[in-house]
């Protein structure tokens, strides 16, 4: 069975400076991973995704994500920190055994602090 | 730019009461989906639904729960007679199976959500 691990609920980070949230999965099959990002009352938004290209994949805002499959890793990333930043991001595994459907991790509230 | 619309964005209805969430999907996806997320909460998967018929579902989804495409553009989500713990925002999703086969792209697209209330 495939799944995603969030390692951390909440991040706080200062303004301008780096932003790393991070995500474990466990699969069978080689995945497709993404990042999604959730402001308050609103809708998801599609950060970046993994298909089996390049392992470095960059996605909207300068976020960016690094396939690590030796080590299970989805890290996101940003280097600097802006207030508009500040959201719930999920990690998310494809179900490629099936149907597809995305199997949603629990979450990391990022904090900005001014 | 194609995407997932819902409507109502909003609503609220009373504990017992029927409600169907209505969703359009992009119009060359096969494959629908919907997710619930109850505040606070991580997104849970609920139903999939390919070829005109349920190809998964989740504990959650249970008797209470339906799916159906009426037409050729919508998908609807009904709950027969809701509770109060079905209050939640529900995310409708498609996707393009043929890419996902040739694993190119298993991108689901989703649709802003309707909230729904149950008081």
């Known amino acids: 069975a495939q799944s995603v691990t969030q390692l951390d609920s909440h991040v706080s980070v200062s303004e301008g400076t780096p932003v790393l949230l991070r995500c474990n999965y466990s699969?069978?099959?080689?995945?497709?991973l993404f990042w999604y990002v959730q402001h308050p009352n609103k809708g998801l938004q599609l950060l970046l995704k993994?298909?089996?290209?390049?392992?470095l994949v960059k996605g909207i805002n300068g976020f960016e994500a690094e396939f690590k499959k030796s080590e299970t890793s989805f890290h996101l990333t940003k280097p600097s920190a802006h207030m508009s930043d500040a959201a719930e991001y999920f990690c998310?595994?494809?179900?490629?055994?099936?149907?597809?459907?995305?199997?949603f991790g629990t979450g990391t509230r990022l904090k900005v602090l001014a | 730019e194609p995407e997932v619309t819902q409507t109502p964005s909003h609503q609220v209805t009373q504990m017992g009461q029927e409600v169907i969430l209505r969703c359009v999907p992009i119009?060359?996806?096969?494959?629908f989906y919907w997710y619930r997320q109850i505040l606070g909460q991580k997104v849970e998967f609920l139903v999939s639904?390919?070829?005109?018929?349920?190809?998964?579902k989740s504990e959650i989804f249970d008797d209470q729960f339906s799916v159906e495409r009426p037409d050729g553009s919508n998908f609807t989500l009904k709950i027969r007679s809701t509770k109060l713990e079905d209050s939640a925002m529900y995310f409708c999703?498609?996707?393009?199976?043929?890419?996902?086969?040739?694993?190119?792209?298993?991108?689901?697209?989703f649709g802003q959500g309707t909230r729904l209330t149950v008081v």
């Open positions: 119009s060359n996806h096969l494959y």
């Open positions: 999703a498609s996707s393009d199976p043929f890419l996902a086969r040739q694993g190119l792209n298993t991108e689901a697209f």
């Open positions: 998310v595994v494809s179900d490629l055994t099936g149907t597809y459907k995305y199997i």
């Open positions: 993994y298909t089996s290209a390049a392992t």
């Open positions: 699969s069978s099959y080689s995945p497709s």
């Open positions: 639904f390919y070829n005109n018929e349920i190809s998964e």
